[in-house]
């Protein structure tokens, strides 16, 4: 059984900070890869950053330069450092974990609100 746990979202300011993070439980299998992506209300679910287990990463256009991925492979954890935050980055982000021979997993969502 393969489970997410995120946490770290929350009320900003635009301009701040947030960092979010999600631990995955997947037993004896590895994790290849690891992203975060968002969900505005009434628009798609985006990619925002991405992760490879050699630590390969890419990242959407709109939060390069104050998004920053990172994980703990020790800790099957994945952090999604946020700076420089805008209103537009409002949304709920979810982390998905992708793992060798079960397939791609979600989180459950963690909400980031940037207003004033």
């Known amino acids: 059984q393969v489970q997410l746990v995120e946490s770290g979202g929350g009320l900003v300011q635009p301009g701040g900070s947030l960092r979010l993070s999600c631990a995955a439980s997947?037993?004896?299998?590895?994790?290849?890869?690891m992203g975060w992506y968002r969900q505005a209300p009434g628009k798609q679910r985006e990619l925002v950053a991405a992760?490879?287990?050699?630590?390969?990463?890419n990242y959407a256009d709109s939060v390069k330069g104050r998004f920053t991925i990172s994980r703990d492979n020790a800790k099957n954890t994945v952090y999604l450092q946020m700076n420089s935050l805008k209103p537009e980055d409002t949304a709920a982000y979810y982390c998905?974990?992708?793992?060798?021979?079960?397939?791609?997993?979600w989180g459950q969502g963690t909400q980031v609100t940037v207003s004033s």
């Open positions: 992760i490879t287990s050699g630590g390969s990463t």
């Open positions: 998905k974990v992708g793992v060798h021979a079960r397939g791609d997993y």
């Open positions: 997947t037993g004896i299998f590895s994790i290849y890869a």
